[in-house]
């Protein structure tokens, strides 16, 4: 289901752990990944950088000015978190993580929504409801665009104007990848909309994605509006397979996905350039949480999910399959850190892992 | 809580039933009002139009040439839905609604998110939470902008754009409307905003709101992004009183908050002018709903709160307060529509209501 770019023995890693939490759950991962690829035969170098808010506050830049240079030089991407009270989120974000997404057109962020066992949902699920959805959010554009400012600043006529940039490159690219995934999994593709209030773009989004969806006869396509599809989060999880969704309604509907599935600190996120030919980034949904940050206790599931993630995009479906049921049978042997009613610390969690992967 | 342009004893309401269930339930609603009307000496005159997609079908526009001024001489509105299949969604809503609500400029939304009794939420909730909240959404700017268009029309090279605008007036008006609304509640409100991906607008969205904030020491104020609070209304819907929203992540947060008080079919939305110089609109918050429009079993619920909202608007809250008194009798004696998993008609509904509004 995922592109298979690099099947090569030897793989550099650019680490990037961040602020906060990010730090505490990067470590134990990297072990469990070595664990597995010694398996599997593949070999990690990893490329470590201490970019984050810290080094902001140090350096007055979130990262080098050969920052993304330095990147270019590796396969792949693992991120931690980023953020820190006292750095203005946009300027931690626009410093390191939006840049990335955009040099290496990662323009795809795939996020499972998926409930594993031994978690519960906050939904009433009704008998047999399974969770499992795939969210294709569009990675490079839309909403989330650059092109805008303020007038008459400090009066009472100041006023602020955003674009939203939607080409047809962009949609359809994201829409196809959307549909190959939707044909090799169950045939489903959910597209959020917003046709009946955003009258420029959204309109133009539906159209794009039913001219590709003319390429999949196998492949059911139905737009919801953004607004009743994230009801529908709530009120019909299990109807959905495959989501595709604009970078903003995107990051809305999986931060949703992510608490349907009992724990934002479980969810992963691949920002991938589908063609291999930038390195791609995996992350957790969640952030630095500089609230528990140092006490040992953050979920790593989500880093560690996410690196499965990678190793499915490195064409290892295998091994990222065996860390997915690793994570799975750690759960379900009641190892818990504390935002999932349990009471193990970071290493305790990461350690389970590390022995289901291995054993 | 809201203002008093109107104690007079006669009110003229225009009543547009739309499409599909919005003429089913929209009948019953004005018996109820009438009732309740003449146990507090309200008199209504009805201006009936018949405005929908079926009047565009036949005349090539969703109402008259003259529409909004006719509209103009009714105090208020009453709408139910609109939208019918073969009618594009953004003409019937761009001919009929955004207009009215952009002419009579009716800039706050105001949408209750309340459990019922005897209702069950979709969620599982912690023993004593109270979902018990109220959403202003900015009405007439942000996301829902006309100002845009597209390129390259029918080229690979083709895009489209939409503009978001927020000016310092239209935020500040939402901004301390809402802390209004929660000083006179429990003085919490929550802001919601993406000042971490939406660069130009959102900032100057959370400036507006703690400039305004200054005036109201009593009021607590805190900034959620958008995707965290959309997962909040999920896992801890009891720690809200009063959410400030833009345009769209306020049409967004509706929806889920229709989703987690258990029934689309009960929300209600109020379009205010709030200084009275214009007439208000009150509609439900669901559509039109021609999958089972024509079988009397619409939920009459969210019309009929809608009109209490009028009802407190025109300056008499104890008539509003009785309304939703009687909604809440009825559902409690277990006359429920289809969707709440009774079997009742819309009729048995509504008389249920009016029996308990005139006991
Ligand atoms: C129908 C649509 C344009 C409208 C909106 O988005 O404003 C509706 O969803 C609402 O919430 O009233
Ligand atoms: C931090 C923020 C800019 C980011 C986004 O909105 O893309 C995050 O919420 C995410 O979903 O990865």
Redesign the interface.
């Known amino acids: 289901q995922m592109e298979s770019p690099d099947i090569s023995r030897k793989v550099t890693v650019a680490v990037i752990p961040g602020d906060g939490i990010g730090t505490e759950v990067m470590e134990p991962t990297l072990g469990i990944l070595e664990a597995v690829g010694e398996r599997h035969g593949l070999e990690f170098a990893w490329q470590h950088h201490d970019w984050s808010c810290e080094y902001y506050t140090r350096t007055g830049a979130m990262m080098p000015e050969d920052g993304l240079e330095q990147l270019a030089a590796a396969d792949q991407i693992l991120l931690g978190a980023v953020?820190f009270p006292g750095v203005?989120?946009?300027v931690?974000?626009?410093g390191l993580l939006?840049p990335i997404r955009r040099a290496f057109r990662q323009y795809i962020n795939l996020r499972p929504v998926r409930l594993m066992p031994g978690i519960?949902?906050?939904?009433?699920l009704r008998e047999g409801t399974e969770i499992d959805f795939v969210v294709v959010r569009e990675n490079n554009e839309g909403?989330?665009s650059?092109v805008?400012?303020?007038m008459y600043r400090g009066?009472?006529?100041?006023?602020?104007?955003?674009?939203?940039?939607?080409?047809?490159?962009g949609v359809e690219r994201a829409a196809r990848f959307a549909l190959d995934l939707a044909a090799s999994r169950r045939g489903s593709l959910a597209s959020a909309t917003?046709?009946?209030?955003?009258?420029?773009?959204m309109?133009?989004w539906d159209e794009v994605v039913h001219d590709c969806a003319r390429d999949y006869p196998g492949v059911e396509v139905r737009d919801y509006?953004?607004?009743?599809l994230?009801?529908?989060f709530?009120?019909d999880p299990g109807r959905f397979d495959v989501v595709v969704a604009s970078n903003?309604f995107g990051?809305?509907l999986?931060?949703?996905g992510?608490?349907?599935i009992g724990s934002?600190g479980i969810a992963p996120s691949a920002n991938l350039n589908p063609e291999g030919e930038h390195p791609s980034m995996f992350e957790p949904v969640h952030g630095s949480a500089p609230d528990i940050a140092g006490q040992g206790i953050a979920n790593p599931l989500g880093q560690i999910w996410a690196a499965s993630l990678m190793l499915d995009h490195l064409g290892h479906p295998q091994a990222a399959a065996e860390v997915v049921s690793a994570i799975e049978a750690s759960l379900t042997s009641g190892v818990r850190t504390r935002d999932l009613g349990g009471t193990a610390s970071t290493t305790e969690v990461a350690d389970a892992v590390l022995r289901h992967v291995t054993s």
């Open positions: 953020g203005p989120d946009h931690s974000l626009w939006i519960d949902s906050p939904l009433v909403e989330y650059e805008g400012g303020r009066t009472p006529d100041e006023f602020a104007v955003q674009e939203s940039v939607f080409t047809r490159r917003k046709s009946n209030g955003i009258v420029h773009t309109p133009f509006h953004i607004d009743a994230a009801a529908l709530v009120l903003l990051d809305i999986t931060d949703l992510a608490a349907i934002i």
